[in-house]
């Protein structure tokens, strides 16, 4: 087998070297690649002899040209502004290339079902990238939640804040048209994560909803879960920042915490070896969640002082 070859949409964004990276170490070849930024220079680390773009048209024409010499890449690895995944992915498909797509796969949950007619009508694929699903402490804590009474219902606390500057908001991220909102741009993949985990959604409440963050509460079939995720320095426990950290991630299933901090560095990487094996998260698997984060976007918010996550005193 002839080793697979890759365009890629989005080189200069933040995700994007992580690709480049799970596309060299699993054997791949980047031979085209496309940004309207030509800050990529990061590109000469993988894959220098790619050919760049700034406009669409010229790379949708290159990448035609190699599909009607017979080279046509083998997928199209998305790494764009969310509103445009769908188009991206769509452009894959007619160019009879797999396209393996960022978080959120897309924005509300119809497009999903655009998509799975463009699947069936082109014979490729849509491959979601879900890494969380391949963390070791968290596929145990499945294996654990699997292995308990089918009757028992944990109680989940989840939170992460990821202090943002004031760049966030004047770009497209801080556009929730562009981005989804918060709850989209920084939690659709623990929304996944804790549907994987628990089981599917059967009430879903938000108790605040800010351009900087967002706080909610969800009935899943084996869990009672409290979230809240922000993008506000503010917001950051004492401890993290006197040490000048600017992220905190915090998972407790049943008050134990989940150590999950490390073990990322090569989960975009898993992700790739599981696509090339067949083994990737299609369509479906990406559905749940973009139904989440979308229910969580258009809901009118209710506090709750009973039932909201601790850190929504910060927000009295």
Same mark, same amino acid.
């Given at each position: 087998?002839?080793?697979?070859?890759?365009?890629?949409?989005?080189?200069?964004?933040?995700?994007?070297?992580?690709?480049?990276?799970?596309?060299?170490?699993?054997?791949?070849?980047?031979?085209?690649?496309?940004?309207?930024?030509?800050?990529?220079?990061?590109?000469?680390?993988?894959?220098?002899?790619?050919?760049?773009?700034?406009?669409?048209?010229?790379?949708?024409?290159?990448?035609?040209?190699?599909?009607?010499?017979?080279?046509?890449?083998?997928?199209?690895?998305?790494?764009?502004?969310?509103?445009?995944?769908?188009?991206?992915?769509?452009?894959?498909?007619?160019?009879?290339?797999?396209?393996?797509?960022?978080?959120?796969?897309?924005l509300?949950?119809?497009?999903?079902?655009?998509?799975?007619?463009?699947?069936?009508?082109?014979?490729?694929?849509?491959?979601?990238?879900?890494? #969380?699903?391949?963390?070791? *402490?968290?596929?145990?804590?499945? !294996?654990?939640? /699997?292995?308990? &009474? @089918?009757? +028992?219902?944990f109680?989940?606390?989840?939170?992460?804040?990821?202090?943002?500057?004031?760049?966030?908001?004047?770009s497209?991220?801080?556009?929730?048209?562009?981005?989804?909102?918060?709850?989209?741009?920084?939690?659709?993949?623990?929304?996944?994560?804790?549907?994987?985990?628990?089981?599917?959604?059967?009430?879903?409440?938000?108790?605040?909803?800010?351009?900087?963050?967002?706080?909610?509460?969800?009935?899943?079939?084996?869990?009672?879960?409290?979230?809240? #995720?922000?993008?506000?320095? *503010?917001?950051?426990?004492?401890a !993290?920042?006197? /040490?000048?950290? &600017? @992220?905190? +991630?915090?998972?407790r299933?049943?008050?134990?915490?989940?150590?999950?901090?490390?073990?990322?560095?090569?989960?975009?990487?898993?992700?790739?070896?599981?696509?090339?094996?067949?083994?990737?998260?299609?369509?479906?698997?990406?559905?749940?969640?973009?139904?989440?984060?979308?229910?969580?976007?258009?809901?009118?918010?209710?506090?709750s002082?009973?039932?909201?996550?601790?850190?929504?005193?910060?927000?009295?």
């Amino acid at each position: 087998m002839s080793e697979p070859s890759y365009a890629l949409i989005g080189a200069a964004g933040f995700v994007a070297p992580r690709h480049m990276k799970a596309i060299r170490e699993t054997g791949g070849t980047l031979v085209a690649a496309l940004d309207p930024s030509d800050s990529v220079g990061v590109i000469d680390s993988w894959f220098p002899e790619a050919d760049f773009f700034t406009e669409f048209e010229r790379f949708d024409r290159h990448v035609d040209k190699l599909r009607r010499q017979g080279r046509g890449v083998d997928y199209v690895s998305i790494c764009s502004p969310n509103y445009l995944h769908d188009a991206h992915i769509r452009f894959a498909l007619r160019s009879q290339a797999h396209a393996i797509c960022e978080k959120p796969l897309v924005l509300n949950p119809w497009n999903i079902d655009g998509l799975q007619e463009i699947e069936a009508e082109s014979g490729r694929r849509v491959l979601n990238i879900l890494q #969380l699903r391949l963390h070791p *402490a968290i596929t145990a804590l499945r !294996q654990q939640i /699997a292995a308990a &009474r @089918t009757d +028992r219902v944990f109680d989940v606390e989840l939170t992460y804040i990821t202090a943002r500057g004031n760049w966030y908001a004047r770009s497209w991220k801080g556009n929730p048209e562009k981005s989804g909102g918060i709850a989209t741009n920084i939690g659709v993949h623990f929304f996944d994560m804790l549907q994987w985990l628990f089981g599917p959604v059967r009430e879903s409440r938000v108790h605040h909803h800010r351009p900087d963050c967002a706080a909610g509460a969800l009935d899943l079939a084996r869990a009672r879960v409290r979230w809240f #995720l922000s993008v506000s320095a *503010a917001h950051l426990p004492a401890a !993290q920042r006197a /040490a000048g950290q &600017r @992220t905190f +991630r915090d998972i407790r299933v049943d008050g134990e915490a989940v150590e999950f901090s490390a073990g990322f560095a090569d989960l975009h990487t898993e992700s790739y070896r599981e696509i090339l094996t067949a083994r990737g998260h299609g369509l479906e698997a990406a559905r749940p969640a973009v139904e989440m984060v979308h229910t969580i976007r258009t809901a009118a918010p209710r506090p709750s002082a009973q039932a909201a996550h601790p850190f929504c005193r910060l927000l009295d």
